[in-house]
């Protein structure tokens, strides 16, 4: 973990130094950030009404959330309810031979991004990638889809949108609740209270029965809790499945590889599938990962990595390398509020 990380998220030493250093660089941040929503608010800068009706699942910090998780399973309440989705992404980590660039069966996450690749492989739904979301999603309308889901985009304010969705960290919430660079936020808490939902992502100050309380009582905004549960382990070069109780009686010491934003959060999920983790390597956000530096990394022991990392490392796996699976849950009061929210765009 990068110190800054440390700094922003767990109050390490080093914030009494570098804090007061960034402060100055916040407040410039603030500047910009704030003329720039004046300037789409007063229409001095124009937004576009995109082809089709769109929720952005976003937030206002920096690093995983659950984004992807959440836009999973949103995709599969979808699909129940006979509704045609698609997603826009920007496809960081991604070099397309074109854009807006349609993902496909032959696409890889070398040319998509590794969360638009892993959200084809998983759901097969139409996915354009691309920096002009207006344009991506004026090609998923020629493909028939009649609701977009917006991997990300909630600072994108030249897109117009229908419904908002913030994406919270259960564990790191705010961090020490400044803006970038001092603090980990791209926008101030204030935002919260101008979306339709929020989503927390693991356990937090929200209780049963999503009555909110400490940092999240005071908002008007519906804040929902999001569990994660992982499902399976999957080898990436022959495609078996394994239950996560099967495995860990087979294998009960591994190694483990993650490149999202809080690697820490997948190394504890292993814990909890009773695996002793043998050596571990974190790895920054979408970070690009050659056969060489995994080759090192692996010994007789399984090699696991998120499912995310996993599209980046088919081409060239071992036999004893896994991704785990995990899915997103929610209360059936919360499953049927989200089903709710998804009908009514549609309506829109």
Known sequence: MRLIEKVWFYRHPAKWVLVPLLLPLSALFWLI?????VLYRLGIKSSTKPALPVMVIGNIGIGGNGKTPLTLYL???CQQLGIKVGIV???YGGKAPHYPYLVDEHSTAAEAGDEPQMIFDRTGVPIAVGSDRIASIALLA???CQLVLADDGLQHYKMQRNAEVIVVDGKRQFGNGLLLPAGPLREGKWR???VDFIIVNGKSEVAAHQQPTGEFSRLKTPVLEMALAPSQFINLATGETVGVDEF???NP?????AAIGDPARFFTTLKQCKLTLNKVQGFVDHHTFSAQELNELSTSLPLMMTEKDAVKCQTFAHDNWWYLAVNA???????EFLQLQLKRLLEK
Do not use: H
Not at 33 to 37: A, E, G, K, Y
Not at 253 to 257: E, M, Q, R, T, Y
């Open 33 to 37: 950030t704030s003329l720039r929503r």
């Open 75 to 77: 995709i599969e309440q």
């Open 89 to 91: 992404s920007r496809g």
């Open 142 to 144: 020629e493909q028939g």
């Open 192 to 194: 919260l209270n101008s």
């Open 248 to 250: 860990s009686q087979a």
């Open 253 to 257: 010491k591994v190694n483990a590889i």
């Open 329 to 335: 849950s929610f209360e059936p009061t919360s499953a």
